[in-house]
């Protein structure tokens, strides 16, 4: 059992956090695309970004506040509707006016701001509406504005994903909540997502930022929809010692505590990008074992939860282990197929490499069973690959393939 338990609040329920979501007329649907959460004192921050070679302005930006021995930040500010990427010298002075425009209606010094934007890539910031709409941003930060401020970050997502938990530090308690977006273009390296964590613990910068590129390794980066890397990928982590628990400065039961909560936050935040991923019907997730190490076995994991062929399999319901096989066999890692064996939900469909009968009707009915499941609870196909006896293992998360994934995307600008 976890020694943490869900609370409400999202990203505002963690203490001495504020947080806002409004429409500012980015988005033509007039829906709300404009967001701020902000601490009310520095808090230590850590960020992951996108491996992408074409980066928005807000990644380049935000990258180099968090340079330096011990970075901190007081606030994040995000923006949808225009990605702001591949857009030059204009779009980097747009992300640049924006800091400062929230720096001044906030009273935040500019350089303790982080920035991250989503949407259509190639488009600018529309600056006229963005500076409209920062005062009346600042002016509805509140203490209760977590759910609003999720709401703002979507672009495609059919939901908004937030969390929050709780758990005792000593004679107090730490408290964490995150949100994030994501439902087209993910794929690890990151996978386009966003995702923002507050926690009011103590901890130091080092540990933090190590903490977060850990809990990204098997969380969003474990994720994959469509194949597709981001050119905005931005995971943020602050953390404002709120809490008043003694700081965590070195490793130890301290710390394992503190980086399993946020691991636990960023897989929940994951799953629900995978879950909601364009056109899907059901989560997907591939837990692989008997590797040589673990990141062999994410590996195996990531390449059996981005096959096409297996997402396309599973949305048509068919029980067609030879293609989780064949995606096993291609991910790059050494193993032997006299060893391999999967397993789709409780069907055993391969052992020692022998295929095995098994009741295909009913295997189908499991799948189908998932597609009309409840979203992130009995929605989850789990297909089980082992390939040896090896101490590594891993899971991945993605989502079948649908037809509505084309048609989204194809009329995406259009």
């Not at 980066?55 to 180099?64: F, M, W």
């Not at 096959?307 to 067609?320: T, Y």
Request: net charge negative; with cysteine; charged share 20%.
């Amino acid at each position: 059992m976890a020694d943490w338990q869900e609370i409400p609040g999202g990203v505002t329920a963690a203490r001495g956090f504020r947080a806002a979501g409004i429409a500012a007329g980015l988005k033509p649907s007039g829906a709300k695309d404009l967001s701020a959460i902000i601490s009310d004192v520095d808090a230590i921050a850590a960020g992951v970004f996108t491996l992408s070679q074409v980066r928005a302005a807000c990644v380049d930006y935000s990258a180099q506040k968090l340079q330096g021995t011990a970075p901190r930040a007081r606030a994040i500010l995000c923006n949808a509707g225009q990605a702001n990427a591949a857009t030059g010298e204009a779009g980097w002075a747009d992300a640049i006016e924006s800091a400062e425009l929230f720096s001044q209606a906030a009273a935040v010094p500019v350089d303790r701001i982080l920035l991250a934007s989503t949407g259509v890539i190639g488009q600018r910031i529309k600056m006229k509406e963005f500076a409209e709409g920062i005062p009346k941003l600042v002016a509805a930060l509140s203490e209760d504005g977590g759910p609003e401020a999720a709401k703002a970050i979507i672009t495609t997502d059919l939901i908004t994903k937030e969390i929050a938990i709780e758990a005792e530090f000593g004679d107090r308690t730490v408290r964490m909540g995150g949100m994030s977006k994501g439902s087209g273009m993910i794929h690890p390296n990151m996978a386009t997502m966003l995702g923002f964590v507050t926690c009011d613990a103590a901890v130091s910068s080092s540990l933090w930022q190590d903490m977060l590129r850990c809990a990204a390794d098997k969380s969003f980066n474990q994720i994959t929809v469509d194949g597709d890397t981001s050119t905005n990928d931005t995971l943020y982590a602050l953390a404002n010692g709120q809490s008043r628990t003694p700081a965590i400065t070195s490793p130890g039961p301290e710390a394992d505590k503190l980086e399993a909560m946020l691991t636990f936050v960023c897989q929940h935040l994951a799953k629900a990008i995978a879950r909601d991923g364009e056109g899907a019907t059901c989560l997907v997730e591939v837990q692989v074992s008997g590797a040589d190490s673990d990141a062999d076995a994410r590996l195996i994991a990531r390449t059996i939860a981005g096959s096409s062929l297996v997402k396309s399999a599973i949305f048509g319901r068919d029980p067609n282990w030879g293609r989780i096989a064949a995606a096993a066999g291609r991910a790059g890692v050494r193993f032997s197929q006299d060893t391999l064996a999967v397993k789709l939900g409780d069907f055993e469909l391969l052992a020692n490499g022998q295929p095995l009968p098994f009741d295909r009707a009913a295997a189908s009915e499991y799948l189908k069973a998932k597609a009309a499941g409840e979203y992130l609870k009995t929605d989850t196909v789990v297909i089980r690959v082992s390939v040896g006896i090896g101490s590594g293992s891993g899971i991945a998360w993605g989502c079948d393939l649908s037809y509505d994934y084309v048609r989204i995307n194809a009329e995406y600008t259009t």
